[in-house]
């Protein structure tokens, strides 16, 4: 089953929110390099949630955007 990955901006905060779920207060976070904070399941250690700081700065310093993340992707 495909799942629905939602992207917010905080103009204010500067923040790109990256969700595959609306955030929740039991997740844990943790700082994966590169001013990405991942929120994580506390059952599985899964990332459900992505949070990009300073994004429009990045957007301005480089052509591409580069998340140190690695995704499996299965085919069925």
Do not use: K, W
Request: charged letters at 25%; proline letters at 4%.
């Amino acid at each position: 089953m495909a799942e629905n990955l939602i992207f917010q901006y905080d103009r204010e905060g500067d923040i790109l929110y990256i969700n595959r779920c609306s955030p929740y207060a039991e997740q844990e976070s943790e700082e994966i390099g590169d001013d990405v904070i991942a929120r994580l399941n506390p059952q599985t250690g899964e990332i459900e949630n992505l949070e990009v700081l300073f994004f429009s700065q990045r957007l301005q310093d480089q052509t591409f955007l580069n998340l140190p993340i690695a995704v499996n992707f299965s085919l069925a």
